[in-house]
C-alpha cells in the first residue's frame, strides 16, 4: 500500500470513528451506561459489534471516546472566538457553556456528575475541562492563564457554582419540555441570555473579590453595556 493509499484508509477511519462516536452519543443521551450491552449498541445503531470492538476495544472504551468528544465540543464552543475583546469574551464563553449545556443536556450531565457511579477516569475528563475553562476565563479577565492559588481557587469556586447552577436549569428546562411548556421561559425559567447574564455578574462580583485579596489580580473595568445580558450564540 503506497502512502496516497494509507492516508485514505486512515481519513476513512477516522470518519468512520466519528460516526459510531456521534451514535453512541445519542444512545447514551437517552439510556444508561449500565442498561446498554455491546449487542444493543450494534443492535440500535445498526452496525456489526466487531467495529465497536475493533475502534474502541470495549464498551469501557467506547463510552470513554464519546465523553471526550463531548468535552472537546464543550470546551471548543466556551472557549472560541478568542478574537473578540476580553470581556466580550469572558461573555462569549459562559454563553457557550450554557448553549452546549442547553442543547447536550445528557452529555453536560455525564461531563459534571463524573458519569457512571463517579467514574474515576470519567472525573478526571471532568477537572481537565474545569482546568480549561478556569484558564478561559482567566484568560479573557487578566490576558493571561495562569493565576495565583488563591484567584484560582475563587474562580474554581464560581465555576463550581455554574455547574450546579446549569444542572438545575436543564432539569427544569426538560421538566417544562416533558410538560408540553412551548418554550423556555414559558413556565418562568430564564432563557439562557437571562440566566448567562446572571453568571456573568456572579463572576465580576468574584473578580471583584480577588482583587482584594490578590493585588496582583486587579479586577477588570466594567465594560459599557455590562447591565446588557449576554447575547445568544445561533
Do not use: C
Given at each position: 500500500?503506497?502512502?496516497?493509499?494509507?492516508?485514505?484508509?486512515?481519513?476513512?477511519?477516522?470518519?468512520?470513528?466519528?460516526?459510531?462516536?456521534?451514535?453512541?452519543?445519542?444512545?447514551?443521551?437517552?439510556?444508561?451506561?449500565d442498561a446498554l450491552s455491546v449487542d444493543d449498541i450494534a443492535k440500535q445503531a445498526g452496525i456489526a459489534k466487531g467495529l465497536i470492538y475493533y475502534y474502541f476495544k470495549s464498551k469501557r472504551g467506547y463510552y470513554l471516546a464519546?465523553?471526550?468528544?463531548?468535552?472537546?465540543?464543550?470546551?471548543?464552543?466556551?472557549?472560541?472566538?478568542?478574537?473578540?475583546?476580553n470581556a466580550e469574551r469572558v461573555r462569549r464563553t459562559v454563553d457557550g457553556y450554557l448553549?452546549?449545556?442547553?442543547?447536550?443536556?445528557?452529555?453536560?450531565?455525564?461531563?459534571?456528575?463524573?458519569?457512571?457511579?463517579?467514574?474515576?477516569e470519567v472525573l478526571a475528563i471532568r477537572d481537565a475541562v474545569r482546568e480549561e475553562l478556569v484558564a478561559?476565563?482567566?484568560?479573557?479577565?487578566?490576558?493571561?492563564r495562569t493565576l495565583p492559588p488563591l484567584a484560582r481557587l475563587a474562580l474554581v469556586g464560581w465555576l463550581s457554582g455554574v455547574e450546579g447552577i446549569t444542572l438545575e436549569w436543564i432539569g427544569a428546562l426538560a421538566a417544562g419540555a416533558g410538560a408540553g411548556a412551548a418554550a423556555a421561559g414559558a413556565d418562568g425559567q430564564p432563557d439562557r441570555a437571562q440566566l448567562g447574564a446572571l453568571l456573568v455578574r456572579q463572576l465580576r462580583g468574584t473578580l471583584t473579590v480577588i482583587a482584594e485579596f490578590v493585588p496582583q489580580c486587579p479586577a477588570p473595568p466594567v465594560p459599557d453595556g455590562d447591565l446588557v445580558p449576554v447575547t445568544g450564540s445561533s
Open positions: 500500500m503506497n502512502n496516497s493509499q494509507q492516508r485514505g484508509t486512515s481519513r476513512r477511519s477516522q470518519v468512520r470513528r466519528a460516526e459510531l462516536i456521534a451514535i453512541g452519543r445519542k444512545l447514551f443521551a437517552d439510556t444508561s451506561y464519546i465523553v471526550e468528544d463531548s468535552v472537546a465540543e464543550l470546551v471548543a464552543r466556551a472557549g472560541g472566538e478568542t478574537e473578540l475583546p448553549y452546549y449545556a442547553e442543547h447536550h443536556q445528557a452529555a453536560y450531565r455525564t461531563i459534571v456528575t463524573g458519569g457512571v457511579g463517579s467514574d474515576s478561559t476565563i482567566a484568560e479573557g479577565a487578566y490576558g493571561h
